[in-house]
């Protein structure tokens, strides 16, 4: 199937979703990244500029971040609120230390994200709404998700696409080049990337999840990643059931 013809059974998949479920709108935090622009666009177009709340929420974030949101909300002609949320994750921070825990840096960016979380399902249940997703194939894989972060969405609409399909159907839906090719950044501390973090790139693992030949250590990296995060994939674990007498 051509990546066009897939497109409009996600937009099908978007619109009829909304309604099975007898919800008003879709919540979606818009970052200024490649995901959740495609994301925007595709239920822009799914179920229309009314029925979608788009939700920046800066924590520390770099400036960019922001305008690159605010682009893709002007381009798409988007309803968005601005949140910022940098006062709470402070907050949560000075509790921990209050009680000598201190949380490195990986902890620190999860709990960034988890307030995230709580600020769109916030929104949502405020809304009658439902939180849409953004990850991707590739982040599903590795588990390259914050577990009840990004990870926590009510539905998934590209999280079959790989990372270089999603930037082919921004360009697609008419986004520029630059917002397309963005350099893939959680925003998550100073310098930080997907790919660095993941310490792989997205064209290798593209190509792995495509059955391509990658090299060795590549390749167990990503075993490694997607053996790691199964956690986060599987239905919540429960012993076996109860049998009442």
């Not at 922001?66 to 968005?80: F, G, Q, S, T």
């Not at 709470?88 to 921070?93: N, Y």
């Not at 590739?138 to 914050?146: I, P, V």
Request: hydrophobic content about 40%; overall charge negative.
């Amino acid at each position: 199937m051509k990546l066009e013809a897939y497109l409009k059974k996600i937009e099908q998949f978007v619109s009829d979703y909304l309604i099975n479920n007898n919800m008003d709108k879709y919540i979606l935090g818009l970052s200024g990244g490649v995901d959740s622009s495609l994301v925007a666009a595709i239920c822009k177009k799914a179920v229309g500029k009314d029925k979608l709340l788009c939700v920046m929420i800066p924590i520390d974030s770099d400036e960019s971040d922001l305008r690159d949101a605010k682009k893709v909300a002007e381009i798409l002609d988007l309803n968005y609120i601005i949140f910022d949320a940098s006062e709470t994750f402070h907050k949560e921070v000075e509790r921990f230390n209050s009680l000598n825990i201190s949380l490195d840096k990986s902890t620190l960016a999860n709990l960034k994200v988890r307030i995230r979380m709580t600020v769109l399902y916030a929104l949502a249940q405020k809304e009658r709404g439902l939180v849409v997703g953004t990850d991707n194939a590739d982040e599903r894989y590795t588990g390259y998700f914050t577990k009840y972060g990004d990870g926590g969405v009510d539905l998934l609409p590209i999280g079959h696409l790989l990372k270089s399909e999603v930037v082919q159907a921004c360009k697609l839906y008419g986004l520029p080049k630059d917002l397309a090719e963005r350099i893939p950044s959680a925003g998550l501390w100073e310098g930080q990337t997907d790919e660095g973090e993941m310490g792989i790139t997205y064209k290798v693992l593209d190509d792995f999840l495509l059955g391509k030949p990658v090299d060795e250590s590549s390749q167990a990296r990503i075993n490694h990643l997607h053996k790691i995060s199964q956690h986060k994939r599987d239905p919540l674990p429960m012993p076996e059931e109860f049998i009442r007498d």
